[in-house]
């Protein structure tokens, strides 16, 4: 007998082919084989001493205060460290107990999921305004157009096209300036019959903006105001379009003056859960989040937010990510935007490993070469 060590990103189906174990025995095995880590806020102490003994009767565990046997504080902090199959009996055990444990049973189940497995698109980004943080992403006229098409051959599933800059202090337009912008560009796009070969998404809020785009083949409304007009939600509905609900604190103008959260994860979940009760009651059904990478958060944030984004998965829309570039990279190496390029990539690789299935990019090619580098690891036979 020789023993092999398996990384535990491994694909699980692979292994059981390459054993040839049973597809019943592989559904089993497959919940035992996700171990979460699931940290539990302001749970209260006697909740904390029923969920540690119910977890250590079925094989997990629970990581409490020291002082929460004498219950010296009503709440504390505690980590539930447990696999699929242990989340699942949890969720049964603590239907029936009190001290919150019964909503802890419903809400537990949103967060039973195994690895991400889908195909990762890439969102190509053109901007045609002059003031948009990375030059090199500039483009107006047949300029825009020729980009397009190479973003297209590189690879890109998607085209995310703006016209305004949304960076830390821009100044906004109004919607006639913005249209103006646009117009030369979409008015090609239509005409080439591009939108047959990509997906289109407009970066706006305006709703006249939208309403132009959307006659002429876009698919995808990108609000990173997560419809605060309720304008574009009637627009988008009516157009059965596709759309990305962004997390922004406060504007662009001010969103950089020092941000802060009780808690960042949850805060933003909070957010989205709040628009994507809006979107549907407008009619929109098909949705895409974004946490909002550097809008109205500090380094440390923006880390966190990748880190923990599985968290997010458990509001059930896929998950756009977009650190392309951006500053928070300077703020780990110094670094102009033209150099960042090495740890965007680190930093969307890291976002697919942790569930993004969207990554909104400048630089197509590289990410395809990327992800395609990545997906092969990923799918490694045995």
């Known amino acids: 007998m020789k023993i092999i060590k398996l990384s535990n990103k491994t694909d699980k189906n692979k292994i059981f082919s390459n054993i040839g174990s049973t597809k019943e025995g592989n559904i089993l095995l497959k919940d035992k084989m996700k171990l979460n880590y699931i940290y539990l806020k302001d749970i209260k102490n006697p909740a904390s001493l029923i969920l540690k003994q119910d977890a250590l ?10 002082d929460t046997i004498i219950c010296k504080k009503e709440f504390s902090n ?16 603590e239907k029936s107990q009190p001290f919150g444990l019964k909503k802890f049973a419903e809400e537990i189940k949103n967060f039973i999921f195994n690895d991400n497995k889908k195909k990762i698109q890439i969102m190509g980004v053109i901007n045609a305004n002059e003031d948009s943080f990375y030059k090199n992403s500039r483009f107006c006229g047949q300029e825009a157009i020729k980009k397009i098409e190479n973003m297209i051959e590189n690879k890109a599933d998607i085209i995310d096209l703006g016209a305004v800059s949304s ?16 117009k030369p560009i979409l008015n090609e796009i239509y005409k080439n019959k591009l939108y047959e070969k ?9 709703p006249k903006c939208l309403t132009y785009a959307l006659e002429r083949g876009f698919k995808i409304v990108n609000d990173i105001t997560a419809l605060n007009n309720d ?40 957010f ?3 628009r994507i009760e809006k979107a549907k009651n407008a009619g929109i059904n098909d949705i895409i989040l974004d946490i909002g990478i550097g809008f109205g958060k500090t380094l440390k944030h923006n880390l966190k937010l990748i880190k923990h984004l599985e968290h997010f998965k458990s509001l059930k829309y896929p998950l756009l990510v977009g650190a392309s570039r951006k500053s928070m990279i300077n703020k780990i190496v110094p670094s102009e935007a033209e150099e960042r390029l090495p740890g965007t990539l680190t930093l969307h690789l890291e976002a697919i490993k942790n569930g993004a299935e969207i990554i909104r990019c400048h630089d197509v090619k590289e990410h395809y070469q990327a ?6 690891l990923r799918d490694l036979e045995v």
């Open 167 to 182: 960076r830390p202090g821009s100044k906004s337009v109004t919607q006639e300036e913005e249209l103006s912008r646009l």
């Open 198 to 206: 990509a997906i289109f998404s407009l970066d706006s809020y305006s």
């Open 272 to 274: 989205l859960e709040k």
């Open 78 to 93: 505690a980590l539930l460290i447990a696999n699929n199959k242990q989340l699942k009996l949890l969720s049964k055990k």
């Open 371 to 376: 992800i395609k580098v990545y997906e092969s």
């Open 57 to 66: 009767s079925i094989g997990a565990d629970l990581i409490v205060n020291k």
């Open 231 to 270: 304008d574009v939600a009637k627009i988008t509905a009516s157009y059965k379009a596709k759309i990305v609900l962004m997390h922004m604190q406060n504007n662009p103008q001010n969103m950089q003056n020092n941000p802060s959260y009780d808690n960042v994860l949850l805060d933003i979940s909070n």
